[in-house]
C-alpha cells in the first residue's frame, strides 16, 4: 500500500522535471535568504557615513526614524488611511476583473465588444489617468485613491480570467457533455476550478501594480497615506524617515503575495504537484 | 427487442469535404463486446463519438435501445483515452461525477461509487488527486466513473492506449474479470453493458472482443466481423496461449494489410 502511494507520487512528479527543473524549496533556503539581507545591510550601514546625509542615511538612522514614527502615530494613521483604500481597490478589482474575464472569455460577442476598450485601456500608462480619476470624483475621500487602486489592479485579473476561462482543456469539456452536464454544472465542475489559477496568477501580478497606484494616488490626489509621508520627508530632506514608508509598502506586498499563494493552497490544492 | 442495443444503419460523416465513413452498417447486441479494429485516423473515434451523440451524423442513423441517437444520455457511458479525469477533484468525486450528473438520490450515489470504487480496486486511493496516482490508477478511476451509471452501452475510446504495455495488460485482465458475469449490477440481471471498444492493436481486440470489426482505410466500411471464437471466462494470457489466437491474429493483420497496401 504506501509502496504503491510511493510508486504513485513518483510517477506524478516525472512529467515536471524536464531538463530544466524549478527550484525545490529546501530548508536552507531560508538561511541564504536572511544571510543575504543581513549582508546587505551591513555593507551599506558601514559605506553609508562616507556619503551626504542628505542622499543616503545608514539603516540603523533608518531604524531610528522607524520607531519616532512609530511613536508619534504617523505611521499607522497613514497605513491604515493607505490599507483601506489598497484592499478595496483590489477587492473592487478582483470582482470587476473576474466577472469581465468570465464573460469575455465565454462569449463571442462580450470579448468583441470589450476588447478593443481593454486593450485601449491597459496600453495606456495608468499613471497618465490618475488626474482624471481626481477630477471624477472630486479628489474628495477615499473613492478616488479606491478607484486609482482598482484601475491598476483590474487588468491583469481580466486577462488572465479570461485565458484561464478560454483555455479550458476540450478533452474535460467533451467529459462533462458525455456525462450529460447542466450549464451550471459545466461552470462549477469545470470552467471555473480550470480557470482558478489563472485568476490567482492575475491576481498575483495586480498586487504590485496595486501598490503602485495607491502610492502614486497619494502623491497626486490625496495627499495622505504613506505615500504623502515619502513626500512629505522628501520634501524636507528627512531621507531617514522618507525610507521608512517605502519599507513597509515593500513589506505590503511581500504580505499580500504571501496571502494569495496562502489562499491558493486552500482553494486550489490540485496544484501542490507544482510547487 | 431483438437484444440489439446498437443498431447502426447507412452512417455517414464528413468533415468538409472529407468522407469520414458513408453508408456504415454495425450492429451490437446485449452484453456483447464488440471490438472495432483500424488504423489511427480512419474514423473509428468519429463512429465511436456518433454512437454517444457527441458528434452529429450527416446521414443515416444510430439506434441504441431503438431510439435514435441525438445527444448523449444517461444509459450510455464512456471511458476516454485521455482518461478525461478533473484534475480538481479527488478520485472519488471523480468516480461520483458521472451518477451525480444523472440526478440520482444521495443514498444510491454513495453505494454506487463504493461498489465500484471496489470493483476497479480503488480502495484506498479514494481520496487522492488523480495527479497523486499513476496510468493505471486514473484510468481506473475512469472506468469506475462509467461504470457506477450501470449503463446498457458502455464505450471505450482506446482506454488503454496511452498506457505503458505492462499496465495496459494489467488493465485488460481487469475489464475482462469485471465483465464476467454478476459483477455489474444491471436491471438485476447482473449482464455486463454492451461494450463497444476502439483499438488498434489486435492482440487486445482479440483478448477482449467477441467479435472484432475491421474497418477500412477511410472512407471507412467495415471490412470483415470476425467472431472470436475464445471460451470465457478469459485472461490475456489464457487467450494468447489459445490455438485460435494465432489464426485470429494473421486475419486481422492481413486485413489491415490489404488495405494499405492497395
Known sequence: MTVRKAQAQVQAQAPSSPRRRAFRPRGGDWGVRLGAIAILLLVWEFLAPGWNPL???????????????????????????????FSAGLAIAVVIGVLLGIVTGRWRFAYNALDPLVSALYSVPSVALI?????????????????????????????????????VDRGLLEVAHA???????????VIIPSSLPFMLAGIRLSIGRGLIGMIVAEFFIGLVGLGYLIIQYGNVFRIDRMFVPVIVVAALGIVFMGLVQWLEGRVAPWLRREQ | ????????EAAKKHYGAIPVFEALDLAVRDGETVCILGPSGCGKTTLLRTMHGLVQLDGGRILVDGTAVTGPRRNVAMVFQHFGLMPWKRARDNVA??????????????????????????????????????????????????????????????????????????????????YQRGHIERDGRGTPPAMVFITHSIEESIALG?????????????????????????????????????????????????????
Open chain 2, 97 to 178: 461525477y458521472g451518477v451525480e450528473l444523472a440526478g440520482l438520490p444521495q443514498r444510491t450515489i454513495a453505494e454506487r461509487v463504493d461498489r465500484y470504487i471496489a470493483l476497479v480496486g480503488l480502495r484506498g486511493f479514494e481520496r487522492h488527486y488523480p495527479y497523486q496516482l499513476s496510468g493505471g490508477m486514473q484510468q481506473r478511476v475512469g472506468l469506475a466513473r462509467a461504470l457506477a451509471l450501470e449503463p446498457n452501452v458502455l464505450l471505450m475510446d482506446e482506454p488503454f492506449g496511452s498506457l505503458d504495455a505492462l499496465t495496459r495488460e494489467v488493465l485488460q485482465d481487469e475489464l475482462l474479470r469485471i
Open chain 2, 210 to 262: 467477441d467479435r472484432i470489426v475491421v474497418l477500412s482505410e477511410r472512407p471507412a466500411h467495415v471490412r470483415e466481423i470476425l467472431s472470436v471464437d475464445i471460451p470465457r471466462p478469459r485472461t490475456v494470457a489464457s487467450v494468447i496461449a489459445h490455438p485460435r489466437f494465432v489464426e485470429l491474429r494473421d486475419r486481422c493483420w492481413r486485413l489491415l494489410r490489404e488495405r494499405a497496401a492497395a
Open chain 1, 131 to 167: 488626474p482624471l480619476i481626481g477630477f471624477i470624483f472630486k479628489f474628495q475621500g477615499d473613492a478616488p485613491r479606491v478607484a486609482a487602486v482598482a484601475l491598476f489592479c483590474v487588468f491583469p485579473v481580466l486577462i488572465n480570467t479570461q485565458q484561464g476561462v478560454r483555455n
Open chain 1, 55 to 85: 542622499i543616503i542615511r545608514p539603516p540603523s538612522a533608518i531604524a531610528r526614524a522607524f520607531v519616532e514614527l512609530v511613536e508619534n502615530g504617523e505611521l499607522q494613521t497613514a497605513l491604515v488611511i493607505s490599507l483601506r483604500a
Open chain 2, 1 to 8: 427487442m431483438s437484444g440489439e442495443r446498437i443498431v447502426v
Open chain 1, 179 to 189: 456525462f450529460n452536464t447542466s450549464e451550471r454544472r459545466l461552470w462549477t465542475d
